[in-house]
């Protein structure tokens, strides 16, 4: 099993940047696709960046050219780094592995 835990959400104003981490722990080796997702009150979750093990990423439409999805395997941690930051990104931000182990989540507000 797979036990992840996000983090560096927080408040900021429109246009700044935040990076939110994921560390993963247990039997991470055998990880094959590692994605955040948000989901904002209301709103049903979506993905939003997506990375496999071999280094392969996929971004959602609305955040194409501003967020990147990173790694650091020594560190057993995934990265999504959020630039150009707008009010509609608010949402509680989850980190998923394999399409079944979820984090508990970190919140991201936009706002002036």
């Known amino acids: 099993q797979v036990q992840l835990v996000e983090s560096g959400g927080g408040l900021v104003q429109p246009g700044e940047s935040l990076r939110l981490s994921c560390k993963a722990s247990?039997?991470?080796?055998?990880?094959?696709?590692m994605g955040w997702y948000r989901q904002a009150p209301g709103e049903q979750r979506e993905l939003v960046a997506s990375?496999?093990?071999?280094?392969?990423?996929n971004y959602a439409e609305s955040v194409k050219g501003r967020f990147t999805i990173s790694r650091d395997n020594a560190k057993n941690t995934v990265f999504l780094l959020m630039n150009s930051l707008e009010p509609e990104d608010t949402a509680v931000y989850y980190c998923?592995?394999?399409?079944?182990?979820w984090g508990q989540g970190t919140q991201v507000t936009v706002s002036s």
């Open positions: 990375m496999t093990n071999r280094g392969n990423t």
């Open positions: 998923n592995a394999d399409f079944s182990s």
């Open positions: 247990g039997s991470t080796s055998s990880i094959y696709f």
